[in-house]
């Protein structure tokens, strides 16, 4: 039993209000991007009403304003994570930004030819595309590690795979177009074992269960704003301070600098040194708010909340005729992935769109996952602190009516 009024929760999102095609929406997208509460939604505005000023800078009181909020939305992502220091806690755009600035300060400065980057099956591209780019230009290997027809990674085999080559292993902590839920903790052991440093894909994973970067032990973990109730546009970049120290600056500008002349430059200390030019501002003050907003609602609440919704829509759909959930591994997030014989994706997503049912029909990012099941896209819907079992009715319906319609 949950303490948690759920039907309160939902009350706080006034974007739930809206009529799409003639219906109350449901909302079964937030793998794509969560909506926002209300104490987000105020927070930005407020900002701008009565804070705005640019940060770090001015000595007058509102820079001052606005420069406390800033680095107490810092603070707030620091207590979230788990971190040492706020020195670790960089802002950027969003796990893209957070993997490409790895990628090419750490990944770019410590590798040559023939050492090697591990990544899993089921990375969004991400999570392949900057260290493609990467093995393209330093001539090193990039290994894929296999999952199983559950979309499941094995300890074991990931074991097998390093060697003294393997330098980074880069995992999603919760795969988006599957739900699977790594065990990141271990597979940080198995790197550490051979010296290799393992960065996580936080982006689906914080959104819905407590992510501790200590206990995980995790060299690197990047996450997105605006998959956990926050706004677009801002994410964070968590990395021990030691290996942040050691890194080239990602980018050139103001504020990463001590001082500038033309001969010389010296860099800002952490975490500044990562955070080039004027930074979003009220992106991280609404961060911050959505980080109040899962505090409240408490995460353990929330992923029990979410299980509950996974295990009835698993139910419902597995009685459907033809229907085929793909991703089944024991370890799942708030992630149902699934085709129908016979109906593509995409045309089953338009009919339930006329149902005022918004879920995703695509390859969500991750084609080699598409490939591993043999399928050219899936339905996906997922969850959200805000949806209900009435949502999953509606889901249920709306897939029955389209099917007649279709098949
Ligand atoms: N990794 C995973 C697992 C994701 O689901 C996403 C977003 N779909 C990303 C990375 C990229 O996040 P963003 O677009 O916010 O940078």
Redesign the pocket.
């Known amino acids: 039993k949950n303490s948690v009024d759920f039907a309160q929760v939902r009350a706080q999102f006034p974007i739930l209000e809206v009529v799409e095609n003639g219906f109350p929406l449901v909302y079964l997208d937030s ?3 969560s909506q926002k509460p209300q104490r987000v939604i105020d927070a930005v505005t407020q900002y701008y009403r009565e804070e705005n000023a640019n940060v770090h800078r001015g000595v007058y009181g509102l820079s001052e304003r606005a420069t406390e909020k800033y680095e107490g939305a810092r603070e707030k992502v620091r207590t979230f994570l788990n971190a040492k220091s706020t020195k670790e806690i960089v802002f950027v ?7 490409n600035l790895v990628a090419h300060s750490w990944v770019s400065e410590n590798l040559t030819e023939g050492d090697e980057v591990i990544v899993t099956e089921m ?2 591209h ?2 392949i595309v900057p260290w493609q780019l990467l093995r393209d230009k330093l001539g090193i290997r990039l290994t894929v590690l296999r999952m199983n027809q559950k979309g499941e990674i094995c300890l074991n085999a990931l074991k097998g795979l390093v060697s003294e080559k393997t330098k980074m292993v880069s995992v ?5 177009a599957l739900g699977t839920i790594n065990p990141v903790k271990e597979m940080a052991e198995i790197a550490h074992s051979v010296g290799a440093k393992i960065m996580v ?1 936080g ?2 994973a914080t959104p819905h269960m407590s992510v501790d970067v200590q206990d995980l032990d995790c060299d690197f973990y ?1 996450f ?1 704003g ?2 956990m109730y926050g706004p ?1 546009g801002i ?1 964070v970049l968590y990395a021990k301070e030691a290996l942040l120290e050691k890194m080239a600056p990602y980018q050139g500008g103001g504020d990463m600098i001590y001082s500038v002349s033309f001969d010389k430059t010296e860099y800002n200390v952490l975490p500044y040194k990562f955070e080039a030019g004027t930074p979003h501002i009220s992106g991280a003050i609404g961060l911050a708010a959505a980080i109040d907003f899962l505090n409240e609602v408490g995460l353990d609440n929330l992923a029990r909340h979410e299980h509950a919704l996974l295990e009835y829509a698993t139910e419902q759909l597995s009685q459907i005729d033809g229907l085929r959930i793909i991703g089944q591994a024991e370890n799942k997030g708030g992630v149902i992935s699934f085709v129908l014989d016979g109906v593509h994706p995409h045309d089953m997503a338009t009919l339930m769109d006329q149902d005022g049912i918004a879920v995703r029909a695509s390859h ?3 084609m080699p996952v598409m490939q591993h099941f043999n399928v050219p896209a899936t339905i996906r819907a997922s969850f959200g602190a805000y949806n209900n079992f009435e949502d999953i009715d509606r889901l249920i319906a709306s897939i029955n009516d389209a099917k007649e319609m279709l098949l």
């Open positions: 793998g794509a991007t755009r969003g796990t893209t930004e957070a993997i990375e969004h991400s999570n999603t902590h919760m795969s988006n894909d982006a689906q990047a997105s605006h998959k677009t994410g969500h990012c991750a």
